[in-house]
C-alpha cells in the first residue's frame, strides 16, 4: 500500500491540520493563523523564496506555487521520507533509501513530540545548558562554546531507533504514529561526554537517575506543559558513548534532529535522547518528566493476551532495544531474472549488545542461510551484514532477514509480544521479490 500523501489530500481532509502538520502553523483563537520561525523557512524553502506577506496568508490555503503539484509533499532537507499522519510532523525513511553505512541527515527520520524551537538567528556559541537537580552537588550553567572548549570532544557513530518503529504491525492494532521500519538511523556524532559535564556539576551519592527537558514547546500552546522530558539510569548516562552532540556528520545537527546541542544515549528508545537541550536533571528518584509516567514507553512486565488492558502499575520502562535487522538492498518489489544471483545487504542492532550472527531465508523461513556479518565501527553502531542468493524457480518470493545477538536471543519470525502502546516490533523484516524469465 503507498503511503505518501499528496498534498491535495491533506488539505482536502483537514486544511488547518495540513498546516499545523507540514508547516507547524499555529492557529489561536482569534482563528488568524501564524507562520514562523521553522515553518516559515520551511515554506519559503518549498516556494523557492521568501514570503514577505506571510502573516497575510489564511489558514489552509495551499501556496499557488504548490497547488499544480500532486508531487508527495517532501519535507526540506529530506530525501523520500514519508510523512506519518499525526501533528507535529513525523516522518519515516523506506528501508532502501537506508542503504549508506553512516545514515545522511538527509535520510534521518523525524520524531517530534512539541512544537521545535526557532533557531534560525540564535547564536550556537551563546546555547546555554543547565545542570541541576536534587542530586547534582554544585548546579553549573554551560555555554555551548564553553562545552567545546572545556571538555574532550568525541566523535561515534551511534543507532537511535524510535521504540514505536514498527508498530503498524502489531494486531489488534496500536495507537500512535503508525511507523513500519523506518524510524532507525545510525549517523556520525560529535560532542562531549555527558558523564564529564556531570561530574563537574558534581553527583551526589543518592543520584540513580538523570532526565532532560528541551526548548521544544507543547502543541497546544501552553508554556506551562513540556512535550517531553525523559531520562535514563545514571548507569546509561555515565557510559562513555553517551554524548551531549553538538554536530551529526561532521556538521551542526540539523535544526529538526535538535540544533544546537541534543543528548545522544545510543541503544535505548530514541526518546531518552533530548533534542533542543536546554537543561539536565540529576535525580535522587526516577525521572517523572512528561512520557516517563502511565504507560508511556513502556510495555508490560509480564507477557499480557494480544488486546489486553494493562494497568499503569504492570508496565515497566523499556531501557534497551531489542535484536533487529534491515534489508536495506534490493528494494521490495523489484523483479529479478531467473538464473542470476541476487546480492542482498543491510543492517542489523541489538540495543546495547552487539549483534553475533543473521541469516536470510527466501522459502518464509522453512530454511536459513548465515549472511557475512561485520563489526561494528564503535560500540552502539550498527552492523553491515551482506549475502548472495539464488532462486531455483521462477515466481513470487519474500527475503526474510533475521539477525541474533551476542547473548542468543532472536528475531521472532511473526510478531514478537503484544503491548498496548506497539512499542519494540522486532519481528524479522521482510521484502518480495519477483523472479522471471
Known amino acids: 500500500m503507498k503511503q505518501e500523501r499528496g498534498l491535495h489530500e491533506l488539505y482536502a481532509e483537514d486544511p488547518e491540520r495540513a498546516d499545523s502538520l507540514l508547516w507547524a502553523r499555529v492557529t489561536p483563537l482569534s482563528r488568524r493563523g501564524f507562520l514562523r520561525g521553522a515553518g516559515l523557512s520551511?515554506?519559503?524553502?518549498?516556494?523557492?523564496?521568501?514570503?514577505?506577506?506571510?502573516?497575510?496568508m489564511p489558514v489552509g490555503l495551499i501556496p499557488a506555487a504548490l497547488a499544480d503539484s500532486e508531487q508527495p509533499f517532501a519535507i526540506p532537507g529530506k530525501d523520500g521520507l514519508v510523512i506519518l499522519n499525526d501533528r507535529p510532523i513525523n516522518a519515516e525513511t523506506p528501508a532502501y533509501l537506508l542503504d549508506d553505512k553512516v545514515t545522511p541527515a538527509s535520510r534521518m527520520f523525524v520524531r517530534n513530540n512539541g512544537v521545535p524551537p526557532v533557531?534560525?538567528?540564535?547564536?550556537?556559541?551563546?546555547?546555554?545548558?543547565?545542570?541541576?537537580?536534587?542530586?547534582?552537588?554544585?548546579?553549573?550553567s554551560l555555554t555551548l562554546a564553553e562545552l567545546q572548549s572545556e571538555f574532550k570532544q568525541h566523535t561515534l557513530q551511534l543507532q537511535l531507533e524510535c521504540g514505536g518503529n514498527g508498530r503498524?504491525?502489531?494486531?489488534?492494532?496500536?495507537?500512535?504514529?503508525?511507523?513500519?521500519?523506518?524510524?532507525?538511523?545510525?549517523p556520525e556524532w560529535t560532542g562531549v561526554r555527558l558523564r564529564d559535564v556531570l561530574h563537574k556539576a558534581g553527583i551526589a551519592d543518592n543520584a540513580v537517575y538523570v532526565g532532560y527537558e528541551g526548548a521544544d514547546t507543547h502543541v497546544s500552546g501552553d508554556p506551562g506543559k513540556l512535550p517531553i522530558s525523559r531520562g535514563v539510569p545514571m548507569a546509561k548516562a555515565l557510559q562513555d558513548e553517551t554524548l551531549l552532540a553538538f554536530a551529526m556528520n561532521g556538521e551542526p545537527v540539523p535544526a529538526l534532529h535538535g540544533y544546537p546541542l541534543r543528548l545522544v544515549a545510543a541503544g535505548w528508545p530514541a526518546s531518552v535522547?533530548?533534542?533542543?537541550?536546554?537543561?539536565i536533571?540529576?535525580?535522587?528518584?526516577?525521572?517523572?518528566?512528561?512520557?516517563?509516567?502511565?504507560?508511556?514507553?513502556?510495555?508490560?512486565?509480564?507477557?499480557v493476551a494480544p488486546g489486553a488492558s494493562v494497568p499503569d502499575e504492570d508496565m515497566c520502562i523499556i531501557e534497551s532495544m531489542p535484536v533487529k535487522s534491515l534489508i536495506t538492498s534490493p528494494r521490495s518489489g523489484i523483479v529479478h531474472k531467473f538464473g542470476?544471483?541476487?546480492?542482498?545487504?543491510?543492517?542489523?542492532?541489538?540495543?546495547?549488545?552487539?549483534?553475533?550472527?543473521?541469516?536470510?531465508?527466501i522459502d518464509f523461513g522453512a530454511t536459513w542461510q548465515k549472511a557475512k556479518?561485520?563489526?561494528?565501527?564503535?560500540r552502539l553502531a550498527w552492523q553491515h551484514f551482506s549475502t548472495t542468493l539464488s532462486f531455483p524457480l521462477t515466481g513470487y518470493y519474500e527475503i526474510w532477514a533475521r539477525a541474533e545477538d551476542e547473548q542468543g536471543r532472536s528475531q521472532p519470525m511473526v510478531l514478537p509480544g503484544w503491548n498496548p502502546r506497539g512499542y519494540l516490533n522486532n519481528a524479522c523484516h521482510r521484502i518480495a521479490i519477483r523472479v522471471d524469465a
Open 42 to 56: 520551511a515554506m519559503a524553502a518549498a516556494v523557492g523564496a521568501s514570503i514577505p506577506f506571510a502573516e497575510y
Open 119 to 140: 533557531t534560525t538567528n540564535i547564536d550556537p556559541a551563546g546555547w546555554v545548558l543547565n545542570i541541576a537537580g536534587e542530586s547534582c552537588r554544585n548546579p553549573t
Open 168 to 186: 503498524a504491525e502489531f494486531y489488534p492494532a496500536a495507537r500512535g504514529n503508525q511507523w513500519t521500519t523506518g524510524a532507525i538511523a545510525c
Open 273 to 279: 535522547s533530548g533534542k533542543w537541550l536546554k537543561k
Open 281 to 303: 536533571l540529576v535525580r535522587d528518584r526516577v525521572h517523572d518528566g512528561e512520557k516517563m509516567l502511565g504507560q508511556s514507553y513502556r510495555v508490560p512486565c509480564k507477557p
Open 340 to 361: 542470476q544471483s541476487l546480492p542482498v545487504r543491510g543492517h542489523a542492532w541489538a540495543g546495547e549488545l552487539a549483534v553475533q550472527r543473521v541469516y536470510t531465508s
Open 373 to 378: 556479518l561485520e563489526r561494528p565501527v564503535n
